[in-house]
């Protein structure tokens, strides 16, 4: 599952009489399994294209395709790392990955373990009841990367992931979520 193909996408931005072409004629086949980054400069249209990718906006031209269905909204089968802070400030460290669990209806004890398996795996088991604004910016990101991971999506798109870490922290990041993708 998570093939991704991406056929002709488009993305304009209209403001007045001011159009912003984000995307333009952009084709990629993304096979199952497969790991790949997208480079460029700032402003270039990464983020628009992860975006539309999640199904969080639209294209004003193309389509994409996952596992040969189209796009057309966000979808439990990717998650989404994003740039910024998305975490719930007035919910625990814990809370924040149950999450998702909690709302595909997964009992407390179960949301619990896995909620605490994956904060072990970012290093944050100890940190598990504090408050996000709590954690340093490095620790935000690890637990942003925990609550996408503990919904088990079959697509992974991470907006830069690792840019608040130490490179100690990415490396180790790294390797998991690599130990992760193939165990």
Known sequence: MGQISIRGVEKRFQRSAFTHQVLKGVNLEVKDGEFIAILGSSGCGKTTLLNVIAGLTLPTGGAVLVDDRPVLGPGRDRGVVFQQDTLFLWRS???????????????????????????????????????????????????????????????????????????????????????????
């Open 93 to 183: 460290v814990r809370r924040n990955v149950e999450y998702g669990l909690e709302l595909r209806g997964i009992p407390a004890s179960k949301r619990r373990q896995v909620a605490l398996e994956w904060l072990k795996l970012v290093g944050l088991e100890r940190f598990a009841e504090f408050w996000p604004k709590e954690l340093s910016g490095g620790m935000k990101k690890r637990c942003q990367i925990a609550v996408v991971l503990a919904n088990d999506p079959d697509i992974l798109l991470m907006d830069e992931p690792y840019g608040a870490l130490d490179y100690s922290t990415k490396c180790e990041l790294q390797e998991e979520l690599l130990r992760v993708r193939y165990a």
